[in-house]
């Protein structure tokens, strides 16, 4: 199994740039969640679905879009890029909500 | 005020020490907590859930005190490969709510 996967690894954008940002899992989990996590700030939480397609607003949404079109997959988009964007990204899926397991992350920076 | 708390830190401790961390919460409501330990630059991976009664897994002790809404660990006989960030978690509804975590440097 790989787990949770992201695409990609690293993306520089420049600002107004729009881009999708993929989460794939292969455990059949109905939980999945995207995060974004800064310097002081710790994982915050952007979005997340308990299930195909559904999706909910977490803690800082705005500026972000989802979708949950199949279950193994998590989409994260961004329509026109901030520099105030330039974070880790960070997927996980749950079985439930209480173990998730994490993606490696995509590092986004915006110029 | 965040609803969970962390001292950031960083602990240097040398190997073989005992360290402890705290963490408070401020939602009585939440359900359920865990320690997350990240290493520099990876994914948080879950080191263990914590239990009113205390749990142990080897050489880390996890306790919760509601009374006083907060979450402790513990590592004993410290390696170097605890250096990590460690992240206290609360569940609340539907989702998980971390803490800024608390950086643990372990030297020879």
């Known amino acids: 199994n790989a787990g949770v996967t992201q695409t990609p690894k690293f993306r520089v954008l420049k600002t107004g740039q729009s881009m999708t940002l993929l989460c794939a899992q292969d455990?059949?989990?109905?939980?999945m969640y995207w995060y974004r996590q800064d310097p002081g700030m710790g994982l915050r939480l952007i979005h997340y679905?308990?299930?195909?397609?559904?999706?909910a607003k977490g803690e800082v949404p705005d500026g972000y879009n989802v979708s949950r079109l199949k279950k193994q997959n998590f989409l994260l988009g961004l329509e026109s890029a901030a520099p105030s964007q330039t974070s880790v990204y960070f997927c996980?899926?749950?079985?439930?909500?209480?173990?998730?397991?994490f993606g490696p992350g995509t590092r986004l920076l915006v110029l | 005020r965040k609803e969970v708390e962390q001292d950031p830190g960083p602990f240097n401790v040398p190997e073989g020490a005992t360290v402890a961390f705290n963490c408070t919460y401020s939602n009585s409501a939440s359900q359920s907590f865990f320690w997350y330990r990240q290493d520099c630059r990876k994914e948080p991976k879950l080191l263990m859930s914590?239990?009113?009664s205390g749990n142990e897994d080897g050489r880390f002790t996890a306790q919760l005190n509601r009374a006083s809404q907060y979450i402790s660990l513990l590592i004993r006989d410290s390696k170097l490969s605890d250096s990590a960030t460690y992240l206290c978690?609360?569940?609340?509804?539907?989702?998980?709510?971390f803490g800024t975590g608390t950086r643990l440097l372990v030297s020879p």
């Open positions: 679905s308990v299930g195909e397609g559904t999706t």
């Open positions: 978690v609360s569940l609340g509804f539907q989702k998980l709510v």
């Open positions: 914590v239990y009113s």
């Open positions: 455990m059949n989990h109905e939980y």
């Open positions: 996980a899926s749950s079985y439930l909500q209480e173990t998730q397991y």
